[in-house]
């Protein structure tokens, strides 16, 4: 470290800064805590309103699947994977995003990631709950569902362990335990200081009971500091685990389209592209909505940007590798399981696909997109979208040709699959809503490390 | 802390360097020479796996140099003349590449008119795997690496001359799609070079294993040397502990990231058994081939893992010298096991070629690394980052 702050090349060179000029300790503070200290603005209970909405479609669609069946859903044979693992898979890539800001860019010391991570994190807590319910109820019987945990019983079944939908179950409850004790121990500074900041009595309670005892002593930030770097070490592997495990699903089978030895790190650069594309899908309005613009700058926005840009050229290699092994290899499924993704019944998918994951992202490449909220907001949906569509490429096409055209079939999701899909959504977003509400978007205590810098740099220039 | 270039001028050992691994490459290109007299069969097979490690290092050296230019890290700057001096040395493998060229019938199944008579699916894959292609395309990949590493080492020069602090924007704008072109043509050569000597097998993950693979190698090297000259002035007391603290962290992801695409190659291809996977690792699994790649688990990966995990290993010079050593040896390793089987399926065998030609290549290519690593000063101290480096502590 530098002893005495001084402009930092990247700073002389004209980059934004990652966090605007003229703050101070206690303007931070004041900014991010009078997002929740200044009460419920009007907007926020049509939004939430309109969310829950939503969440009661998917409580009906749940009723009716649980009152009646799979049957309910498109799925049939041959495509007995759909709706429900693609969106299982869409909502998982998505939570990886908020795992790679806070616990890989903590270790390669990004200061950049501090005003992104607290609101990423809960995006990913968020989506890995709307990920874990579609295996719960594909189950066909949810209330059985505990039989996918290996324990002793009377029965003397066990989970087929070579099997990678048990790997998953212990990957993505990994992944939500360790998220959630990442976000949480993030939490606890911020929660102190929402506790004494609250006049309501009630919610001093709730806040205090939440910053169990927190009093920032030396002593507690030392254990917080020693907690949290580990937890950063504990999940950094999750990033890569838990969405080569979901691409094992399909790589360890012989589904052509499905067995391929590209797929787990393409799949771990989607998830990341994904997720990236959700947290500047939020971030962009969240930071007009409520002014902070100041802690979510424009290099915030640029860096997410090329990380986008980056793991999307990764994916663009994932179908470019797909399509020329298919061909080298020889194999006569493999190639027509290539052409019929193009030039059969769902090439409008495919082409879709390319549309979104491929093409639209290049914008990035030109500065004028990345510094343009707007523009990027319009390419993360592109994205948004074409990550969904992968996934359903990559589900349907590879089983509705099946190796014999006696049992060739056609899928589409029904009514009930669409309603289950919207109303993950709603839930999405409700938690989202509940969340800026209640607790400091933005890391309060990490936003005050980087203030004397900044003012600092305003000083000397 | 002044930056005057020549303060910084690469120690007189590294000439004397160059000049020992000149002449140990000359002894081992002679003894080459009397094997491929011999036995041009074997030569041309253990040709190939040494020429591929020596290319690696260099195409490696390529690729993290256009990441350094990228990410801006500090970490790039302190071995940025390492690179720049590795990457430079890939039109001279170009020229290396010849004996390959020469010997092809010898190496792949797909250049022998009477196998490919034999075997339909040879005769299919005649659409990418004929000779008159194959050397039109590792004339094309040769062609771009080296160009890329001409461009870029020219701006480098450029900016020691001039100082313009606009010219590594410039060689941004070359590695931005530098690492793409690398990325593509790397993975496709991968594929001509390594994977089809056994024609029939396939993995789409080929070429990302062998990139990491080149990227680990590449690393190695790097920190060999940066080790060599941080015990001499003019670098003694400029890299410190810090710097090999974050290239041990560099390596231990590499480390890391091989293990994964191996184990995600094996595990994927082991559970489908097809026919036409499988072999290739039932081929590299037995017969002796068994104990390398055991060796590969526990010394490419288990041992320079747990090594790599403590902090106070990855700071210390002589330890992380081993390590690194450890990783270069394994890297040829991994590509003699990769090749070896396709050659001598039924058994292990070592030939003192492979031995021969792995000296006679690498005296020749590090005599004209350390040649170009002598002529420059060892930082690029006109760089915009620099000085923010120097205070790195």
Same mark, same amino acid.
């Given at each position: 470290?530098?002893?005495?702050?001084?402009?930092?090349?990247?700073?002389?060179?004209?980059?934004?800064? !990652?966090?605007?000029?003229?703050? $101070? $300790?206690? #303007?931070?503070?004041?900014?991010?805590?009078?997002?929740?200290?200044?009460?419920?603005?009007?907007?926020?209970?049509?939004?939430?309103?309109?969310?829950?909405?939503?969440? %009661?479609?998917?409580?009906?669609?749940?009723?009716?699947?649980?009152?009646?069946?799979?049957?309910?859903?498109?799925?049939?044979?041959?495509?007995?994977?759909?709706?429900?693992?693609?969106?299982?898979?869409?909502?998982?890539?998505?939570?990886?995003?908020?795992?790679?800001?806070?616990?890989? %860019?903590?270790?390669?010391?990004?200061?950049?990631?501090?005003?992104?991570?607290?609101?990423?994190?809960?995006?990913?807590?968020?989506?890995?709950?709307?990920?874990? %319910?579609?295996?719960?109820?594909?189950?066909?019987?949810?209330?059985?569902?505990?039989?996918?945990?290996?324990?002793?019983?009377?029965?003397?079944?066990?989970?087929?362990?070579? #099997?990678?939908?048990?790997?998953?179950?212990?990957?993505?409850?990994?992944?939500?335990?360790?998220?959630?004790?990442?976000?949480?121990?993030?939490?606890?500074?911020?929660?102190?200081?929402?506790?004494?900041?609250?006049?309501?009595?009630?919610?001093?309670?709730?806040?205090?009971?939440?910053?169990?005892?927190?009093?920032?002593?030396?002593?507690?930030?030392?254990?917080?500091?020693?907690?949290?770097?580990?937890?950063?070490?504990?999940?950094?592997?999750?990033?890569?685990?838990?969405?080569?495990?979901?691409?094992?699903?399909?790589?360890?089978?012989?589904?052509?389209?499905?067995?391929?030895?590209?797929? /787990?790190?393409?799949?771990?650069?989607?998830?990341?592209?994904?997720?990236?594309?959700?947290? %500047?899908?939020?971030?962009?309005?969240?930071?007009? @909505?409520?002014?902070?613009?100041?802690?979510?700058?424009?290099?915030?926005?640029?860096?997410?940007?090329?990380?986008?840009?980056?793991?999307?050229? @990764?994916?663009?290699?994932?179908?470019?590798?797909?399509?020329?092994?298919?061909?080298?290899?020889?194999?006569?499924?493999?190639?027509?399981?290539?052409?019929?993704?193009?030039?059969?019944?769902?090439?409008?998918?495919?082409?879709?696909?390319?549309?979104?994951?491929?093409?639209?992202?290049?914008?990035?490449?030109?500065?004028?997109?990345?510094?343009?909220?707007?523009?990027?907001?319009?390419?993360?949906?592109?994205?948004?979208?074409?990550?969904?569509?992968?996934?359903?490429?990559? !589900?349907? $096409?590879?089983?509705?040709?099946?190796?014999?055209?006696?049992?060739?079939?056609?899928?589409?999701?029904?009514?009930?699959?669409?309603?289950?899909?919207?109303?993950?959504?709603?839930?999405?977003?409700?938690?989202?809503?509940?969340? !800026?509400?209640?607790? /400091?978007?933005?890391?309060?205590?990490?936003?005050?490390?980087?203030?004397?810098?900044?003012?600092?740099?305003?000083?000397?220039? | 802390?002044?930056?005057?270039?020549?303060?910084?001028?690469?120690?007189?050992?590294?000439?004397?360097?160059?000049?020992?691994?000149?002449?140990?490459?000359?002894?081992?290109?002679?003894?080459?020479?009397?094997?491929?007299?011999?036995?041009?069969?074997?030569?041309?097979?253990?040709?190939?796996?040494?020429?591929?490690?020596?290319?690696?290092?260099?195409?490696?050296?390529?690729?993290?140099?256009?990441?350094?230019? =990228?990410?801006?890290?500090?970490?790039?700057?302190?071995?940025?003349?390492?690179?720049? +001096?590795?990457?430079?040395?890939? *039109?001279?493998?170009?020229?290396?590449?010849?004996?390959?060229?020469?010997?092809?019938?010898?190496?792949?199944?797909?250049?022998?008119?009477?196998?490919?008579?034999?075997?339909?699916?040879?005769?299919?894959?005649?659409?990418?795997?004929?000779?008159?292609?194959?050397?039109?395309?590792?004339?094309?990949?040769?062609?771009?690496?080296?160009? &890329?590493?001409?461009?870029?080492?020219?701006?480098?020069?450029?900016?020691?001359?001039?100082?313009?602090?606009? =010219?590594?924007?410039?060689?941004?704008?070359?590695?931005? *799609?530098?690492?793409?072109?690398?990325?593509?043509?790397?993975?496709?050569?991968?594929?001509?070079?390594?994977?089809?000597?056994?024609?029939?097998?396939?993995?789409?993950?080929?070429?990302?294993?062998?990139?990491?693979?080149?990227?680990?190698? +590449?690393?190695?090297?790097?920190?060999?040397?940066?080790?060599?000259?941080?015990?001499?002035?003019?670098?003694?007391?400029? &890299?410190?502990?810090?710097?090999?603290?974050?290239?041990?962290?560099?390596?231990?992801?590499?480390?890391?990231?091989? +293990?994964?695409?191996?184990?995600?190659?094996?595990?994927?291809?082991?559970?489908?058994?097809?026919?036409?996977?499988?072999?290739?690792?039932?081929?590299?699994?037995?017969?002796?081939?068994?104990?390398?790649?055991?060796? =590969?688990?526990?010394?490419?990966?288990?041992? *320079?893992?747990?090594?790599?995990?403590?902090?106070?290993?990855?700071?210390?010079?002589?330890?992380?010298?081993?390590?690194? =050593?450890?990783?270069?040896?394994?890297?040829?390793?991994?590509?003699?096991?990769?090749?070896?089987?396709?050659?001598? *399926?039924?058994?292990?065998?070592?030939?003192?070629?492979? &031995?021969?030609?792995?000296?006679?290549?690498?005296?020749?290519?590090? +005599?004209?690394?350390?040649?170009?690593?002598?002529?420059?000063?060892?930082?690029?101290?006109?760089?915009?980052?620099?000085?923010?480096?120097?205070?790195?502590?």
């Amino acid at each position: 470290m530098a002893k005495e702050p001084r402009p930092s090349a990247s700073d002389r060179l004209g980059k934004p800064p !990652v966090l605007a000029p003229g703050h $101070t $300790t206690s #303007s931070v503070t004041d900014q991010i805590s009078a997002v929740i200290l200044r009460g419920t603005p009007r907007w926020w209970y049509f939004a939430f309103g309109f969310s829950f909405l939503l969440v %009661l479609l998917l409580l009906q669609s749940l009723t009716k699947l649980f009152l009646e069946g799979t049957g309910i859903w498109g799925l049939n044979i041959p495509v007995g994977w759909g709706f429900a693992i693609i969106n299982f898979v869409w909502w998982i890539g998505i939570g990886h995003a908020g795992t790679l800001i806070s616990a890989i %860019l903590l270790l390669l010391r990004q200061e950049w990631r501090t005003s992104i991570n607290r609101f990423a994190e809960a995006m990913t807590l968020f989506a890995v709950a709307c990920a874990g %319910l579609y295996p719960l109820i594909h189950v066909g019987r949810p209330w059985l569902a505990y039989w996918l945990l290996p324990y002793p019983n009377t029965m003397g079944m066990w989970p087929q362990f070579r #099997s990678p939908l048990i790997w998953d179950v212990f990957a993505v409850s990994t992944y939500a335990t360790v998220s959630l004790m990442f976000w949480y121990i993030g939490l606890i500074p911020d929660l102190a200081t929402m506790r004494d900041r609250v006049e309501n009595r009630w919610s001093k309670m709730v806040y205090g009971a939440l910053a169990m005892g927190w009093r920032g002593s030396a002593h507690h930030w030392h254990n917080y500091e020693t907690a949290y770097l580990l937890l950063a070490g504990l999940a950094t592997p999750l990033v890569v685990s838990v969405h080569s495990v979901v691409s094992f699903d399909f790589a360890v089978g012989q589904t052509p389209g499905w067995h391929a030895t590209i797929f /787990p790190p393409y799949f771990v650069a989607g998830a990341i592209f994904a997720g990236f594309a959700m947290v %500047l899908t939020l971030a962009i309005p969240l930071r007009a @909505i409520f002014n902070l613009q100041d802690f979510i700058t424009l290099r915030h926005i640029q860096n997410m940007g090329k990380v986008m840009l980056a793991t999307g050229l @990764i994916v663009a290699y994932g179908y470019m590798i797909e399509i020329f092994m298919a061909f080298y290899s020889g194999n006569q499924y493999e190639e027509f399981m290539i052409l019929n993704r193009i030039t059969g019944p769902y090439r409008n998918f495919w082409w879709a696909l390319i549309l979104c994951n491929i093409l639209a992202p290049q914008m990035i490449w030109i500065k004028k997109v990345r510094v343009t909220p707007a523009l990027m907001w319009i390419v993360a949906m592109f994205v948004n979208v074409g990550m969904w569509l992968e996934r359903f490429v990559i !589900v349907v $096409t590879s089983l509705h040709r099946d190796f014999l055209p006696s049992s060739w079939g056609m899928y589409a999701g029904t009514k009930w699959d669409w309603a289950t899909f919207i109303g993950t959504i709603g839930l999405f977003l409700s938690l989202l809503f509940l969340f !800026v509400r209640f607790l /400091p978007m933005i890391s309060i205590f990490e936003m005050r490390t980087i203030v004397p810098k900044s003012d600092s740099e305003e000083a000397s220039a | 802390m002044s930056l005057e270039p020549q303060r910084f001028a690469a120690p007189a050992d590294v000439a004397r360097l160059g000049r020992n691994a000149l002449v140990v490459g000359a002894i081992g290109a002679a003894a080459s020479v009397a094997g491929y007299l011999s036995d041009p069969a074997q030569f041309f097979r253990s040709y190939l796996v040494s020429w591929l490690l020596w290319l690696g290092i260099a195409a490696g050296c390529l690729a993290i140099a256009m990441l350094h230019h =990228l990410s801006r890290g500090a970490w790039g700057l302190m071995i940025r003349r390492v690179l720049e +001096a590795g990457s430079s040395t890939l *039109p001279l493998l170009a020229i290396l590449f010849l004996p390959i060229a020469l010997g092809l019938t010898e190496i792949y199944p797909w250049a022998r008119p009477d196998e490919v008579a034999h075997d339909e699916m040879l005769q299919y894959k005649t659409w990418w795997l004929t000779p008159g292609a194959f050397y039109l395309r590792a004339a094309i990949y040769l062609a771009i690496w080296s160009g &890329l590493s001409f461009a870029l080492n020219r701006l480098s020069q450029r900016q020691d001359e001039t100082g313009d602090p606009g =010219l590594f924007r410039k060689m941004q704008t070359i590695a931005a *799609p530098g690492i793409l072109i690398y990325a593509l043509t790397a993975t496709f050569a991968s594929v001509d070079w390594l994977m089809s000597v056994d024609a029939h097998w396939y993995s789409s993950l080929f070429g990302v294993y062998f990139i990491g693979g080149q990227g680990l190698a +590449a690393l190695s090297f790097v920190v060999i040397m940066a080790l060599y000259l941080a015990k001499r002035e003019p670098m003694k007391g400029i &890299l410190g502990a810090n710097h090999f603290h974050d290239y041990g962290k560099l390596m231990l992801a590499f480390v890391s990231l091989w +293990a994964y695409f191996a184990l995600s190659q094996f595990l994927i291809i082991w559970s489908g058994n097809l026919k036409e996977e499988v072999l290739w690792y039932k081929e590299r699994t037995e017969h002796g081939w068994n104990i390398i790649a055991l060796g =590969l688990i526990f010394l490419h990966f288990v041992l *320079p893992f747990l090594l790599l995990l403590s902090r106070d290993l990855k700071r210390r010079g002589r330890p992380l010298l081993w390590i690194a =050593l450890l990783l270069l040896v394994m890297r040829w390793v991994d590509l003699y096991w990769q090749a070896g089987p396709a050659f001598s *399926p039924h058994g292990l065998t070592f030939h003192w070629l492979d &031995l021969a030609t792995l000296v006679a290549i690498g005296g020749l290519w590090f +005599a004209a690394f350390s040649r170009r690593l002598a002529r420059r000063p060892l930082l690029p101290v006109n760089d915009p980052f620099m000085e923010e480096t120097l205070d790195h502590e």
